[in-house]
């Protein structure tokens, strides 16, 4: 280990190691012999006392007032963007994407958490008349209580700080689990908020492996709220054991994004959209553009100019500036990926770029794949259907907007969509007709502000939003509340009939 940091779990205020004595390796997707950290292999006995801490910190959390909580939010926020630099570095060396975007993500948590920081002075409820005389109505937020958070390596800052932030300005607390490839993120971030003045016990981390941790976080009675973010197949799970005790889950899911060129589309600007769309992130993003579907007329033109900014991207290290795109994140999915190209080919459809593994000098040290782009994918095609996670964009053409529409819900999940026109007439009839839950004109189906809703319809999600007001609905109830200063009974439905 020589000198390479060991980092602990936080729980109730404390950095305090596992009870299970063990630990794991976080390290460099770009580099393998680059060990990041060593982190705490943490056993549900230490789940248990992460949310016992919660649950006692709640009880007093729950009565700070939202401004003063809000406060605390703001100086995390001013800290984030001291240390973004610093983090983003980290984040780069634990989980491979370039600089420019752990930037980026690191940034999409510092505008979270100035987001809900305001909300502290908002956090509106409703003021409505009563159907009585001398009857006052309203609504208020409430929280909920300790809420368990399961968080991917893909934004190992941002998405924590989308999950984190609207929690604890509502009043709830907090026990959250990193991705195991991208644990340092989240002990930046949590380092951050007990410097800052969080409470101790209002937020806790507890590293290690979703496997043997999962139960604990979502079957602990004191939990009230489980937030995910993942594949699908392990969201239902998580959803099946929320279902058992009503606990309330917010999923967010997986995607097949696709962006939409008509043939008034400025081409070279859809070509930029693509490009950013599918290959930024190595494709790891829930949003990325996995497929690309061209009106036939501009098809031929389209693809070429694609293909060959395709070919030129630089494939490296994140921290290398002048690199375009990372590794993979690790040796499993880099598998599942090369897998994936070898179903592309054997179903038919043409690889014009792309396809390999990069290995050789120093990409021998890392999970390296060339940006892939295919053609001629049919609707049949396993590569036009399953969420691949990676460089792998699966292009078709079409014939009319009609077909564009079907051929973009033609999928289980429903995230992101983009329509590249000129015409607005178009442009509004997808806008209408795709079924997802972020839509973009000419720009690519990445690129979500933190404040509008996110979160996708069908396979992608259970009907939740993360970001924006919407999160405030995850993590507060409403209590409705009818004042009578009458001095008498007045019974609703039946004396003002
Ligand atoms: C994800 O893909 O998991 O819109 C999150 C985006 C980012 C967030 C993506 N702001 O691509």
């Keep these: 280990m020589g000198d390479t940091k060991v980092y602990k779990n936080f729980i109730n205020g404390k950095w305090v190691e596992s009870q299970s004595g063990e630990t794991f390796e976080n390290r460099n997707p770009a580099h393998k012999d680059e060990l990041i950290g060593i982190f705490q292999k943490s056993t549900s006995s230490d789940v248990d006392m992460a949310i016992d801490a919660a649950a006692q910190a709640y009880k007093k959390w729950r009565l700070v007032p ?13 800290r984030l963007e001291k240390e973004k630099e610093r983090f983003s570095q980290d984040m780069t060396r634990e989980m491979g994407k370039v600089i420019k975007e752990t930037r980026g993500d690191t940034q999409e948590a510092i505008d979270m958490t100035f987001y809900m920081a305001g909300e ?4 509106f409820g409703m003021t409505t008349p009563s159907e009585m005389n001398k009857k006052f109505n309203m609504t208020i937020r409430q929280p909920l209580g300790v809420c368990s958070f399961i968080t991917p390596w893909n934004f190992p800052m941002a998405i924590p700080a989308w999950k984190m932030m609207p929690a604890l300005i509502c009043g709830n607390t907090i026990v959250i ?3 195991t490839d991208t644990p340092l993120s989240v002990v930046n971030l949590v380092k951050v908020c007990e410097e800052e ?3 101790p016990g209002v937020v806790n981390l507890v590293t290690g492996s979703g496997g043997t941790l999962g139960k604990a976080l979502i079957d602990n009675p004191a939990v009230k709220v489980v937030s995910f973010t993942g594949s699908t197949e392990v969201g239902r799970k998580v959803s099946q054991a ?26 070279d600007l859809a070509v930029d959209g693509v490009v950013w769309g599918a290959f930024g ?3 790891q993003r829930c949003t990325a553009t996995s497929r690309l579907i061209v009106q036939k007329n501009v098809a031929e033109k389209m693809i070429s100019m694609l293909v060959e900014r395709a070919k030129k991207l630089k494939i490296g290290n994140g921290l290398d500036e002048s690199v375009d795109m990372g590794p993979c994140i690790n040796e499993a999915q880099l598998q599942t990926i090369l897998k994936y190209i070898e179903i592309g080919k054997k179903e038919g459809a043409r690889l014009l770029t792309g396809g390999e593994h990069l290995t050789g000098g120093d990409y021998d040290k890392g999970f390296f794949v060339q940006p892939t782009v295919f053609t001629e994918v049919t609707q049949s095609m396993r590569i036009w259907k399953e969420e691949i996670f990676g460089p792998v964009l699966s292009v078709s053409t079409f014939d009319t907007l009609e077909q564009a529409i079907e051929m973009a819900n033609d999928t289980i999940y429903g995230l992101s969509a983009s329509i590249y026109t ?21 720009a690519p189906t ?36 009818y004042i009578d200063y009458s001095g008498i009974l007045q019974r609703a439905q039946i004396d003002n009939a």
């Excluded at 939202?66 to 001013?78: N, Y």
């Excluded at 929320?242 to 400025?266: R, S």
């Design 422 to 442: 000129q015409d607005i007439n178009n442009a509004y009839v997808a806008m209408r007709d795709v079924y997802t839950g972020i839509f973009y004109v000419n």
């Design 446 to 481: 990445i690129g979500a502000e933190t404040h509008l809703p996110f979160g996708g319809t069908k396979n992608t999600g259970n009907g939740h939003r993360e970001a924006a007001m919407a999160a405030l609905d995850v993590f507060s109830e409403w209590k409705s509340i």
């Design 120 to 123: 502290g002075r908002r956090l």
């Design 281 to 283: 992130t190595t494709g």
């Design 197 to 199: 003045g969080i409470p």
């Design 66 to 78: 939202a401004p003063k909580r809000g406060e605390i939010l703001f100086r995390i926020a001013s």
């Design 242 to 267: 929320c279902a058992t005790n009503f606990k309330h889950a917010c999923l967010e899911m997986g995607g097949k994004n696709v962006q939409i060129v008509m043939d008034d589309a400025k081409l």
């Design 177 to 179: 689990k990193p991705a």
